[in-house]
């Protein structure tokens, strides 16, 4: 059993049955009253992130979470076949799992599985940053350099990001995979 003292970044708690990762705390010691705990949790079955406030008195189970590097080989269906680095085993991970981060991963990739101690995979890490060529985007139009804007482009994964109006058709752009942004042509 872990307390409110116990809470730090990154933890996994399983709380009221379902299991959740602090994102960040503020412990808070008012003039008057006890101390207690602002928190924010993110689900890790459905992504959501909720504000959470712990008491002294709250109890809560501390989850141990795996993380194991693999490399992401190919889609079979529902399932996308990844290979562990060292043993080389393959294991399949239903599309549910992964869900928009497809659009983001790219084959012979390495990724980060975090699973419980009895096989529950619980979320799939891509690297920070992936690189992709752009598939389809608008032609340029002369002077709308000056304005600094940015248009509208879809990688050949089909991920739909803006980019600058200087990027075209074939170019690689690097893209922050936390928020899907372009960051840089590559």
């Not at 290979?83 to 980060?112: C, F, H, P, W």
């Not at 050949?156 to 893209?175: A, C, N, Q, T, Y």
Request: net charge negative.
């Amino acid at each position: 059993m872990a307390t409110m003292a116990d809470i730090r970044n990154g933890m996994v708690i399983d709380l009221k049955g379902e299991l959740w990762e602090v994102i960040e705390f503020l412990h808070v010691k008012p003039g008057k009253g006890p101390a207690f705990m602002r928190s924010k949790l993110k689900n890790l079955r459905s992504d959501k992130v909720v504000d959470y406030t712990f008491r002294d008195s709250d109890n809560f189970d501390e989850v141990r979470v795996e993380r194991t590097r693999k490399e992401y080989l190919y889609r079979d269906g529902d399932f996308f076949v990844l290979m562990d680095l060292e043993n080389y085993e393959q294991m399949n991970v239903e599309a549910s799992t992964i869900g928009e981060k497809e659009l983001l991963m790219r084959e012979n990739m390495e990724v980060t599985i975090a699973m419980t101690p009895d096989g529950e995979i619980l979320d799939v890490e891509l690297p920070t940053t992936v690189i992709m060529s752009i598939a389809e985007c608008e032609p340029n139009v002369k002077g709308n350099t000056a304005s600094g804007g940015s248009k509208v482009a879809f990688t050949e994964s089909g991920l739909r990001i803006m980019v600058p109006f200087f990027i075209e058709e074939g170019d690689k752009i690097k893209i922050d995979t936390r928020t899907s942004v372009y960051i840089e042509r590559a």
